[in-house]
């Protein structure tokens, strides 16, 4: 089991790879990065498309006339239709969603950007995720893509996890701790 998982972890990562320098090559990296985006989103809230996507019965050519259809009607980079269009060929369909996003993961490392995740027991404006991500970028020497959630659970305060450092001022991990020491004693 563990080898078919490492041979997708890798298939999906060479795939991706291979989309990023054939956009690169083209000139046409943002674009592709924008449809990948846009794409992947469209997986996540389309219940849908996540069923047909995994659904091993239908057939190649239907698939591929679902996938031109939907370039056409949301105006894909002709280079991700045929990139789509390839994966249904080859059967690697069904790992679209994990080669996009690691897509757009590889196109943020080739830029430079460090990944950070910020969640807080408030909802922020975005002028102070705005403060807090040039604040990251200062401390962290990096530009930084911010991923923000909103954790009403943590009670009070900020949880900021930029690659292995994570800080953590929330009102959830201070009473954890000293609940910790409570039953230490």
Do not use: W
Request: hydrophobic share 35%.
């Amino acid at each position: 089991m563990s080898k078919n998982k490492t041979f997708s972890d890798t298939s999906v990562h060479r795939y991706s790879l291979a989309l990023y320098e054939l956009a690169n090559e083209d000139g046409k990296l943002e674009e592709i990065e924008k449809n990948s985006n846009f794409f992947t989103s469209l997986i996540t809230n389309n219940e849908e498309l996540k069923l047909l996507i995994k659904n091993p019965t239908i057939k190649k050519k239907d698939l591929h006339f679902i996938i031109l259809k939907m370039a056409e009607q949301f105006k894909l980079n002709d280079l991700m239709t045929k990139f789509l269009g390839f994966l249904i060929s080859k059967r690697r369909f069904f790992f679209v969603e994990k080669i996009l996003s690691d897509f757009i993961e590889t196109c943020s490392k080739k830029r430079g950007e460090v990944k950070a995740e910020l969640s807080s027991a408030k909802e922020l404006s975005e002028s102070e995720i705005n403060d807090i991500k040039k604040e990251l970028e200062k401390n962290f020497s990096s530009q930084i893509k911010l991923n923000y959630k909103y954790d009403p659970s943590l009670i009070g305060g900020l949880v900021v996890q930029v690659g292995s450092t994570m800080i953590d001022t929330s009102i959830k991990n201070k009473l954890q701790k000293i609940e910790n020491r409570m039953i230490e004693a």
